[in-house]
């Protein structure tokens, strides 16, 4: 039951480096969801999407880009990385749009120098 | 825009005590709040939902209340274990796919 699997765990990037952070579900979800928690700060919603060939943007999308090609996957792409992008980046589905809990993974811890 | 607050930021309480978390939201107009935990390098786990027509919810030893014309909402656990420590975070939705969270509690239960 493996549920929201994310991947790389860890992360350290040089600033201007790009990478892709990778988001897995295998409950049929069709919504999913990138945010970003940083410390003493709430968790902030940057893309989201509502089926596959469908995404939007959250509050804070700047510096970031995704697709949802399938169901199961929601990868999120940072093209040019910056300080700012410094965070815990956490992937999340649910099964309908509203009046569902969100199911989330273990996150991505990301640190660019 | 929506604000959500939590306090306090950190309580600990000895083992086997009645405990309550808060929450405030600033725009009563929501779809539904949610209450979730997290543990230290772990996701968040949804502990209850309660949709902007209830009033409570229950589940074990946890009970949430919403009280949306004041903005507010209460997380009771019974009985605290030290399991139960963790960040317990507080997140109204207001309109679809858009989820405000509160910047949490972190509780400690103290054997």
């Known amino acids: 039951n493996a549920g929201v699997t994310q991947t790389p765990k860890f992360r350290i990037l040089k600033i201007g480096q790009s990478m892709t952070l990778q988001c897995t579900q295998d409950m049929n979800h069709n919504y999913m969801y990138w945010y970003r928690q940083d410390p003493g700060m709430g968790l902030k919603l940057i893309y989201y999407s509502v089926g596959a060939g469908i995404t939007d943007k959250g509050e804070v999308p700047n510096g970031y880009n995704v697709s949802r090609s399938t169901t199961e996957d929601f990868p999120l792409r940072l093209e040019l990385a910056a300080p700012s992008q410094t965070s815990v980046y956490f992937c999340?589905?649910?099964?309908?749009?509203?009046?569902?809990?969100?199911?989330f993974g273990d996150g991505t811890r990301l640190s660019i120098l | 825009k929506q604000e959500v607050t939590q306090i306090p930021a950190a309580l600990s309480v000895p083992e086997g005590e009645n405990l309550v978390l808060n929450c405030s939201f600033t725009d009563s107009a929501i779809y539904n709040l949610q209450w979730f935990r997290q543990d230290p390098g772990k996701g968040l786990t949804s502990l209850l939902l309660?949709?902007?027509?209830?009033r409570e919810q229950t589940s074990g030893r946890l009970n949430a209340s919403l009280d949306k014309s004041s903005g507010r909402s209460t997380l009771y656990i019974a009985a605290s274990q030290p399991g139960d420590s963790a960040t317990y975070l507080c997140?109204?939705?207001?309109?679809?796919?858009?989820?405000?969270f509160g910047t949490g509690t972190r509780l400690t239960v103290i054997p």
């Open positions: 309660i949709q902007s027509s209830q």
């Open positions: 999340a589905s649910r099964w309908t749009g509203g009046n569902q809990p969100q199911h």
């Open positions: 997140a109204v939705e207001k309109g679809a796919n858009n989820l405000f």
